[in-house]
């Protein structure tokens, strides 16, 4: 009941949500009398850490190329509208 407190959930919704999380293996309960502490288990978290950061690293590396090839087409873009602009005048 506790952990519904906070929540604009039923209870039974917040229990189905807990065994979901449960069965992830992200939170793990015991039985205190008639309570059933949850505990939040970091190592599942820390494997889906390791994963996004993987794949974070790559695409930044990614960007980080694109950026430059974009710099690098509007640099000659710019110098192209330069030559015209000079061409125009000259005429």
Request: proline fraction near 4%; charge should be positive; avoid cysteine.
């Amino acid at each position: 009941m506790e952990l519904a407190k906070p929540f604009r959930m039923s209870q039974p919704a917040i229990s189905r949500h807990l065994r979901v999380l449960e069965k992830a293996g992200l939170i793990s309960t015991s039985v205190r009398a008639q309570e059933r502490p949850r505990r939040l288990e970091t190592a599942p978290l820390k494997v889906a850490i390791d994963w996004i950061e993987k794949y974070r690293q790559m695409w930044e590396k990614r960007y980080q190329a694109l950026d430059g090839l974009l710099e690098e087409l509007q640099t000659i873009q710019t110098k192209g509208d330069k030559q015209n602009e000079i061409r125009k005048r000259r005429s």
